[in-house]
């Protein structure tokens, strides 16, 4: 079974130096239909302006993912950590206990485009932890690329949960599959371009719900770029 959520049908914040598209109720943002999927709770697709930003604010309790899209994510948080995110790079915040943090968009002139994923963690009152690794255009292009997972697999960053998230760019003929263990689920976010997902077409912004399947099989896309998350 699949259910589409449209990139058009999602939650809006709009601010001015923020504008932020809601998969998942968020903020002030409530859809009773879409509170998340298993222990994935939010995807927020956010632009921030430039010299704009998020202040120093706190997390308990959850896995945070910043997956970055175009421009550059300044982050400092209460465990000592500081960097700078690009295209490719991808940040774990395991808030555990609590911790603080802030993103700022130092441009003058380009803003920035990133994903905000936040997944419950399997077990409550972890210490906090912090991780960021870069993935290469080319170890995504034509493949699931494994970017994280709860025992740091192949690379990817770890988190305190049993998914697993890839992320793929895909073009032309190229076709993928991904078989899913009995009785897990999946959901397909569409970053960019367009695909179609065991028969039904998506455009950019659309992600897919994927329940009692055991193959996904993903192709016809055009200039793609997407995350799968395989969920318990």
Known sequence: MIELRKSEERGIANFGWLYSRHT??????YDPRHTGFGPLLVINE????????????????????????????????SMGNGSVLRYGDVQRISAGTGVTHSEFNHSE??????????IQPSAKGIAPGYEE???DTDSKRGRLRLI??????EGSVTIHQDVHLYASLL???????????????????????????NGERLQQGDAAKIADERRISISNAEAAEFLLFDLP
């Open 46 to 77: 956010d632009e921030v302006q430039p010299a704009r930003g998020f202040g120093t604010h706190g997390h308990k309790d959850m896995e945070i993912i910043s997956y970055v899209l175009d421009g550059e994510l300044a982050h400092k948080d």
């Open 148 to 153: 994280a997972s709860p025992d740091g697999a």
């Open 133 to 135: 690794k870069h993935f």
């Open 171 to 197: 073009n032309g003929e190229q076709q993928l599959t991904h078989e899913l263990s009995e009785g897990r689920r999946a959901y397909l976010h569409l970053i960019r371009g367009t695909l179609t997902v």
């Open 109 to 118: 002139s380009k803003g920035v485009h990133f994903l905000q994923i936040w």
């Open 24 to 29: 998942f109720s968020f903020g002030h943002y």
